[in-house]
């Protein structure tokens, strides 16, 4: 079982940064392939980013490929999303999610663990 815990979520304007991070519980951390995926109010639940648990390869939608990066610390049970030059469309909840196994998956039901979310707003 692993619990997981977003935070860094907020308002900003448009152009701004920010990092969103995942705490997660338990010792087997690093097995866990880790991503973000964030659903808009009226949307469907929208991929954006995947790690695998040594972090040694990654994999990002297209809708945010070169403003965001995943990236995780596995000794501090951490995985991060840093979102630069944020748009309003990318206001959204954004959820960390945590899958057993390997290869990055972009689909929302293969994933096993899912925090509570956390808000993102984008003003123009």
């Known amino acids: 079982q692993v619990q997981l815990v977003e935070s860094g979520g907020g308002l900003v304007q448009a152009g701004a940064s920010l990092r969103l991070s995942c705490a997660a519980s338990?010792?087997?951390?690093?097995?866990?392939?880790m991503a973000w995926f964030r659903q808009a109010p009226g949307n469907e639940r929208e991929f954006v980013a995947a790690i695998t648990g040594t972090g040694s390869a990654t994999f990002t939608a297209d809708s945010v490929k070169g403003r965001f990066t995943i990236s995780r610390d596995n000794a501090k049970n951490t995985v991060y999303l840093q979102m630069n030059s944020l748009k309003p469309e990318d206001t959204a909840v954004h959820y960390c999610a945590a899958r057993s196994g390997v290869g990055l998956r972009t689909r929302s039901y293969e994933y096993d663990f899912w925090g509570q979310g956390t808000q993102v707003t984008v003003s123009s």
């Open positions: 338990g010792r087997t951390f690093s097995s866990y392939v």
